[in-house]
């Protein structure tokens, strides 16, 4: 198991940008996958992106990409969401996950073991 805390959300201009971080506990953060997911209040969880535990492979939402760059520091236990070009409809509460199979780059929740507490980004027009 790995905690995880999410930080870098905030306020910001539609066509701005933000930089997501999510920084996590343990041992074995290098051999879990890693994923970003936002959810508005009222509606599902949605996918945005995955990574696996080298970095080597990705995967995003058809809505973020090109816009969206996902990525990890196994020295510093930390996966990052560069979000830029920001849109109004990408406004929610992003949230971090992890998977213990560090190959897998699933779109689904329910693949991911762990979660953090989430952080709210907030894109006005």
């Known amino acids: 198991q790995v905690q995880l805390v999410e930080s870098g959300g905030g306020l910001v201009q539609a066509g701005g940008s933000l930089r997501l971080s999510c920084a996590a506990s343990g041992r074995t953060f290098s051999s879990y996958a890693m994923a970003w997911f936002r959810q508005i209040p009222g509606k599902e969880r949605e996918f945005v992106a995955a990574?696996?535990?080298?970095?080597?492979?990705?995967n995003y939402a058809d809505s973020v990409k090109g816009r969206f760059t996902i990525s990890r520091d196994n020295a510093k236990n930390t996966v990052y969401l560069q979000m830029n070009s920001l849109k109004p409809e990408d406004t929610a509460v992003y949230y971090c996950a992890a998977s213990r199979i560090g190959t897998l780059l699933g779109s689904g929740p329910s693949f991911y073991n762990d979660w953090g507490q989430g952080t709210q980004v907030t894109v006005s027009s």
């Open positions: 990574i696996n535990w080298s970095g080597g492979s990705t």
